[in-house]
C-alpha cells in the first residue's frame, strides 16, 4: 500500500497519469495506510498518514479519534485538540461523543460527563450501556453530596440515579451492573447509618437513637438485598457480589447465608469456577 501511494506521487511529480484520479481516492488510501500501518505495529507511518488527513479535514471520524487515542497518554491538549477538530467534521458523530466520555470517565470530570452523556442518549436512545453509566454518575455524586453534609442534594442524586439505572433495566432486563449499582447505593447508606450507631454513647437518649438509626439501616438492607440477588443470579463468579450478599446477611443475623457465601468465596479465592448461581431470579 505504501508503495502505491509513493509510485502516485513520482507519477504526479513528473506530470504523468496518477494512480487516484481524485482526491477523494487518495485520501481513501491514505486512510487505510493509516489503519493497517496501526495494525501492523508501524505507529510512525500511521501517524503520518493520519496527520495528513487531519490537515485536509478528512470527514472520518475514526481519523480524529485514533489520534485521540494515540496522544492521550503523552500530550493531552494535543489529544484533545484532535478531537475538536473531528467535531468540527462532524458534529454529531457518536463516536466521537464516545471518546470525549471515556475521556472525562478517567478524569472524573462529572458535569462533563453528565452533559456528555445527556448529549449520547439523546443520539443514541437505545443504548442501555449510556443509562447505566449516568446513572453511575449521579451515584457518585450522591455520595460527594452525602459526604458534605447535604442531605436534600444527595436524595436528589439518588432518586435520578436510580431513575436512570432502571431505565437500563428495562432495557436490558439481564444487565448485570445497574442491579449491583441500586444494591450497593442502598447497602451504603446502610451502612454510613450503621457507623452513626457505633458512635452512640450509652445514654437512653442515644439508646433512642440506636434504636432508630438501626430500624433505619435495616430497611436499606433489606431494600439492597434483592438487587444483589439478582446480580449473583446474572454473574455468581462477581466477587463483589459476594461480598456484599455475605455482608447483607450478616447485619441481618442469617449466618447460615453467611456461610454459604463465604465458602464460594473461598472457591473462587482457590481459582475455582462457580457454575450455577444460588439464586435463581
Known sequence: LKEVYEIHNILVANERDPIFENEEELNNHLYILGITGLQAGQREDAERFLRKLYEKRFDEPR?????????????EDRALAYLEAGKEVDPENIDILYAEINYYISKGDYQQLQEKLTLAIEMDPDNHSLYNVLGNVFMTLMTDAFEEG????????FVTSRQYLEQA??????????YYTIGSMYFNRGAVITQRMNELGMSREDQRKYEEYNKQANAYFDKALPFFQKSESLEPNDVTTLIALREVY???????????????????????????????K
Request: hydrophobic fraction near 40%; avoid cysteine.
Open 150 to 157: 447535604d442531605s436534600a442534594l444527595a436524595e436528589e442524586y
Open 169 to 178: 433495566i428495562e432495557m436490558e432486563p439481564n444487565f448485570f451492573e445497574p
Open 250 to 280: 450478616a447485619r441481618m443475623q442469617d449466618f447460615e447465608m453467611v456461610q454459604e457465601f463465604a465458602e464460594r468465596l473461598s472457591r473462587l479465592e482457590a481459582g475455582e469456577k462457580i457454575e450455577s448461581p444460588f439464586f435463581n
Open 63 to 75: 481519523v480524529y479519534t485514533t489520534l485521540f487515542e494515540l496522544y492521550i497518554q503523552e500530550d
